[in-house]
């Protein structure tokens, strides 16, 4: 398994990025590099690929509303150019709370949006000519103009590769089935490796029998909290708020993806609660239902028996890059432990 790792979008801009040089010389394969709503994630990238020689850079995600399918291309090619192919666009369609309140972009047809946007890509970094048609992002034209307007163009930049790797960040099971056809990588959320075979085996089995040959084999991105070492079990509770922020807080009642997915996990009870909890505005309270079940499932905290038993079953889940968040004070301790986790999955 390739180990991975999450930038912290929140902290310093470029003091984040300096300890990124100590990770890669600790054994770290690639770095995430989120883009929420702090600053955007393409200037971190590029500063990353400027100060880093072997790590790959993956956008983690970039949201397919908030860039036309070309620039998407474009800037994707750019950066694989700036850091000498060492690039994976990672793209996922996020939710009507962050695309239509901080964006104020339609979410509409995510599905018929993500499978034109990597069409549309692989297109321009084949440098073939490009001429809008798509369904999902039509120019509104008054009719007497017509449609199609405009010169097909290609790129004119030759791109150091014309197959850039994607990675779509998905849950649902009409997406992942998606994923499994069309793109290199997956990266669900909240991966449980004891449920994904029942949750997402399905649609990954469907989305396997049509997907094209040349393709290499789904890479599955697990992310995972890391801690090593005795008496560490309660650091996972550091991990509550986050998940109720998302199974609680990311969408109203019916229309929150995460909290569709605990119920899949069979947390159906809890889910609900900490759904109410939240959205009444009770957060602590929401984030103290998080059953410790699922925590210590989906995380790589505890003694190193426990890590290397949690690795085995992801790997036998089917995960092939782990993206992990080492929980440390400085950048010495994270990359004693990026060197440890390592070294135990190699022993899985």
Known sequence: MRIGMPLNYSGGFKETVDDLATYEKAGLDIVYVPEAYSFDAVSQMGFIAAKTERLEIA???????????????????????????????????SGPQVIEGFHGVPYHAPLGRTREIVDICRQVWRREKVQHSGKHYEIPLPEERGTGL??????????????????????????????SEIAEAWEPIFFLPEKAGDVWGEPLAAGKAKRDPSLPELDVVAQAPLAIGEGLEDLVDFVRPMIALYVGGMGAKGKNFYNNLARRYGYEAEAEKIQDLYLEGKKDEAAAEVPRDLLEKMSLIGPEGHVKERLAAMKEAGVTTLNVTPFASDAGERAALIDKVKTLATEV
Do not use: C, W
């Open 59 to 93: 956008s983690g995600i970039l949201q397919i509303y908030t860039r036309t399918p070309t620039l998407t291309a474009m800037t994707a090619a750019g950066v694989d150019y700036v850091s000498d192919g060492r690039f994976t666009l990672g793209i996922g369609a």
């Open 150 to 179: 405009g010169k097909p163009l290609k790129l004119i930049n030759h791109p150091v590769r014309e197959r850039i790797p994607i990675m779509i960040a998905a849950i649902g099971p009409k997406n992942v089935e998606l994923v």
